[in-house]
């Protein structure tokens, strides 16, 4: 186990293309930290910096308080497995195991016992004399694990390790690697774009935008507590809804915000910092809005979509609220029809609002009653 501090880590190409901007992180030792963003935010090139695979423009990383930045890839202690399984299509799963091993010129017997014991881990054993068209795709992701895991790493690095499974396998393959963590207790930094990987592997979520950290937090801190739209927006799925309104008066307790339909709705928000008449953004998660009858509703619109999963129902309502229709959850099977008119209701407990920067107000916390 390793821990892993960046401080003030760079990456630019040429004098100009800043891929990753100043940044601050610390993965403590036997943590499982996950990073996610949207394609090109440099969630790939910060795994690199880290490997040694890319050169680091400014500032400074340790590994256990060591400095590496001059460090080879194989000084670093660093085992990384990436999207593509690079296994050597000629020789057997032992032998792909092994070949790092054979390279570093370790004993054959302690080559023999990395091997075995990391085929046992991952449940390996019946596999060792196959060959990679031999496997599965999940089979084939495993080997790759196994491969950085007999090298005994300080620290594990992965780079969108299930990207090329099928659904299944990938859910699969999430509770390996989870077990995996718990087994070995090692300290993994995990780079993906799935955001259901993040929330159910993670101890803690770096989101990442444009090269620079927008927010880490467990994955609950980040879905129940987004610093900003972007981090509201990206973390939850189907994402949150936002409605453009202004401020009417801004409280330490409480607030009044009026919505563009000139419905006037108070939240449990401290807003002191706006000024009234300031343009803000109320967001709401889809699983808080509830279809009630018009007269009693926050807004309303024509029902563009809807989506029957089975266990739940996705309404899509046009409001004229802007760009994208309004989203919500039901966990229930709803009779509703595309083209139906809805009302529906905002939560205020479960409401967040936005300044015109896109920073979130503190919302505060309404003690629950006792029955």
Not at 180 to 209: C, F, G, P, S, W
Request: hydrophobic content about 40%; aromatic content about 6%; some cysteine.
């Amino acid at each position: 186990m390793a821990q892993l501090r960046l401080e003030k880590i760079q990456k630019r190409y040429g004098s100009h293309a800043e891929v990753i901007k100043p940044l601050d992180l610390q993965i403590n030792s036997g943590e499982f930290v996950v990073v996610v963003g949207p394609s090109g935010c440099g969630k790939s090139t910060l795994l690199r910096l880290v490997a040694g695979l890319e050169e680091i423009t400014d500032g400074d990383m340790f590994i256990d308080n060591a400095r590496v930045n001059d460090d080879s890839p194989s000084e670093r202690g660093i085992g990384m497995v990436f999207q593509s399984y690079a296994l050597y299509p000629h020789m057997t799963v032992y032998q792909n195991m092994a070949f790092a091993l054979e390279m570093a010129k370790l004993s054959q017997k302690e080559i023999d016992e990395r091997v075995q014991e990391s085929a046992r881990i991952l449940q390996l054993e019946h596999l060792l004399d196959r060959r990679p068209k031999d496997l599965s795709g999940g089979q084939r992701q495993r080997v790759a694990i196994g491969r950085a895991i007999v090298r005994e790493p300080s620290l594990f690095l992965f780079d969108e390790p299930l990207s090329n499974l099928d659904a299944s396998l990938r859910v699969q393959m999430r509770m390996e690697i989870a077990a995996l963590h718990k087994r070995i207790n090692a300290t993994i930094l995990y780079v993906t774009h799935d955001q259901v990987e993040a929330m159910t592997l993670a101890d803690r979520i770096v989101v990442l935008n444009q090269g620079r950290i927008e927010q880490v937090g467990t994955p609950l801190e980040l879905y129940d507590a987004p610093q900003n739209v972007f981090v509201a927006q990206f973390i939850g799925s189907p994402k949150m809804n936002l409605i453009h309104g202004k401020l009417l008066r801004g409280g330490e307790f409480d607030c009044e915000v009026e919505l563009e339909n000139r419905q006037r709705i108070r939240l449990p928000v401290d807003a002191r910092r706006a000024g009234d008449g300031e343009a803000v953004r109320l967001g709401i998660r889809p699983e808080h809005l509830e279809i009630v009858d018009l007269a009693g509703a926050d807004v309303e619109g024509e029902v563009l979509f809807v989506e029957h999963m089975g266990n739940e129902t996705l309404l899509y309502v046009n409001g004229g609220y802007g760009a994208e229709p309004l989203v919500m959850r039901h966990t229930e099977r709803l009779e509703v029809q595309p083209e139906q008119h809805v009302g529906l209701r905002l939560s205020p407990e479960h409401c967040y609002l936005f300044d015109s920067s896109g920073v979130a107000f503190p919302r505060l916390k309404i003690p629950q009653q006792r029955h």
